[in-house]
């Protein structure tokens, strides 16, 4: 595998694939990184490898950033998610490509994660929750059942999302937040209850 970007974000994920036996073969990024935590070879920009039969893992922060790469990529290089072996993720939940699930996570029954996505440390995903492509729930936040995130949405560590609930795409939502009701597209809110910031 190739890990796309080269920093904090990028550490965890080589970690992952570490820990679930796929060996990390380099990196791409737009220059060469004088910290070079994993000892990998710099392979230059992603756009740049022609023929590989390697698989890529786009390891960029940014949900913006990492759609814009992803888009560039031919899917046969991209079919491929990390997820860390102390999470649970039910059999009945279903996975695009391009997934990073860190330690602790939980996805419960008839979950739906878009491509994209960044499950991060602790967060638990309810039943019947519908996360669309290119969405972070940091560490800790809470996704109650049925709930529906739109593209681009982050949702902040340690936040709650009330069950039913559907958020609109490209929102920010403050770390500790209460979500009680529906968000529309664009909005950045913060607090318990939530306001707009």
């Given at each position: 595998?190739?890990?796309?970007?080269?920093?904090?974000?990028?550490?965890?994920c080589i970690e992952i694939a570490q820990k679930i036996n796929i060996k990390v073969k380099g990196y791409?990024?737009?220059?060469?990184?004088?910290?070079?935590p994993f000892n990998l070879s710099y392979l230059?920009?992603?756009?740049?490898?022609?023929?590989?039969k390697d698989k890529m893992f786009i390891a960029v922060?940014?949900?913006?950033?990492?759609?814009?790469?992803?888009?560039?990529l031919d899917y046969n290089v991209l079919n491929i998610n990390l997820?860390?072996?102390?999470?649970?993720?039910?059999?009945?939940?279903?996975?695009?490509?391009?997934?990073l699930i860190n330690a602790g996570v939980?996805?419960?029954?008839?979950?739906?994660?878009?491509?994209?996505?960044?499950?991060?440390?602790?967060?638990?995903?309810?039943?019947?929750c519908e996360i669309d492509?290119?969405?972070?729930?940091?560490?800790?936040a809470v996704i109650c059942g049925g709930v529906n995130i739109s593209e681009g949405t982050f949702i902040g560590a340690n936040s709650i999302v009330n069950q039913g609930v559907s958020i609109g795409k490209n929102v920010i939502i403050g770390s500790g937040s209460v979500v009680l009701?529906?968000?529309?597209?664009?909005?950045?809110?913060?607090?318990?209850?939530?306001?707009?910031?």
């Open positions: 595998m190739i890990i796309v970007g080269y920093s904090g974000h990028s550490y965890v791409c990024d737009l220059n060469k990184k004088k910290h070079n230059g920009h992603e756009n740049d490898i022609n023929n590989t922060g940014d949900n913006f950033l990492r759609k814009k790469i992803i888009s560039n997820i860390h072996p102390k999470s649970v993720i039910s059999n009945t939940s279903i996975l695009n490509h391009q997934i939980i996805v419960n029954s008839l979950v739906k994660i878009g491509t994209g996505c960044i499950i991060n440390t602790g967060a638990i995903i309810e039943h019947n492509n290119f969405v972070h729930i940091a560490p800790g009701n529906d968000i529309p597209d664009n909005s950045k809110v913060a607090g318990n209850p939530i306001k707009n910031i």
